[in-house]
């Protein structure tokens, strides 16, 4: 349907794009962290269940009340960082099925069993938190996404009286290149893929 | 770091990207599955783990080893397309942190407990997914993702003789956008988003 982007929109997304520890002092307007997720969640989850939910932790109050949670080397760059995303994702994601796929109204039936409810929402979860970070790069943002926090804390601090679990955090900003080293290693294509 | 990308090019990896079922008779090069594969690594993942592995099946023969485990609504579909990803994840990956993290020579001791080795391939190897779509897309080819499959089939099939376990799958081609109708609605940024 459409033509290869231009090899600079491929830098920009993926060849030239890093993750940030360091960040210039510079903030993210609400109209850019309502732009990525208007970008994000068009990609594509299973049954469009579209199960991600998003806190932006912005003001000065609401970092301090993600600060506790964080592991120690993840401190320092989100306390500066313009905003942190916390990606999450819904265990009830199925009573949306009606509005977001009204081809088939009874698609929330199918994830009754909790187990799979919490496998389909967290592999589209996750997917979608893959789709955050290129559409953050796309607009000319950088991230710093990471693991390293208390999930059940941030899920008591952010997600209480709702099913929305923590996935990972993303820090969001302009970033600031400064002691950043070379890209860490890749596997090659021989490494990880197979043709067959 | 990087403008905003085009809007030519949003439209391609977001806006006007949609899920194909019907796929024009035309290849797609085991040099474009390369390029996929080349830009959708530099992707971030926790700690660089890279847990998500990639069987291209793109062979009549393969086509034939993976049509009994599909959903019968994925079957023609898939058959049809010029290329099926299965996208998997390595219970295993730990074993490359070595070379993929070398700052922390003993990364790999970090995921000595399976159930969190899971965790971490699960989630990495989803955002990874994410990152394959939209680099395919990015290179100008259409996508259809799929989790209508029987994991534990697709594992014997690929995948005996390790620990590499299927996550989705993706048909890769040109799509033929016949009796397609509209986007599916999605959540507005009220609905999944909240900015504290």
């Not at 000319?140 to 990972?168: H, K, Q, T, W, Y």
């Amino acid at each position: 349907m459409h033509p290869p982007i231009s090899d600079d929109a491929l830098d920009a997304i993926f060849r030239d794009a890093r993750t940030f520890r360091r960040w210039q002092d510079k903030p993210v307007s609400p109209a850019l962290l309502m732009a990525i997720y208007d970008l994000m969640r068009l990609g594509p989850t299973s049954g469009n269940c579209s199960p991600a939910r998003i806190v932006f932790v912005v003001s000065h109050a609401a970092k301090e009340r993600l600060k506790p949670h964080l592991n120690q080397g993840n401190v320092e760059k989100t306390m500066s960082a313009p905003a942190t995303a916390i990606i999450g994702f819904d265990l009830d994601f199925a009573e949306r099925l009606p509005f977001l796929f009204p081809q088939q109204p009874n698609a929330k039936d199918a994830y009754k069993d909790p187990v799979l409810a919490e496998r389909v929402a967290f592999r589209n979860g996750s997917l979608q938190g893959g789709y955050f970070i290129i559409a953050a790069r796309a607009l000319g943002l950088d991230c710093g996404p990471m693991s390293g926090f208390d999930n059940a804390g941030v899920d008591r601090e952010f997600f209480a009286d709702s099913r929305i679990r923590s996935n990972f955090l993303c820090n969001i900003g302009y970033g600031d290149p400064v002691d950043m080293g070379p890209r860490n290693p890749r596997l090659s294509f021989e490494e990880a893929c197979r043709a067959l």
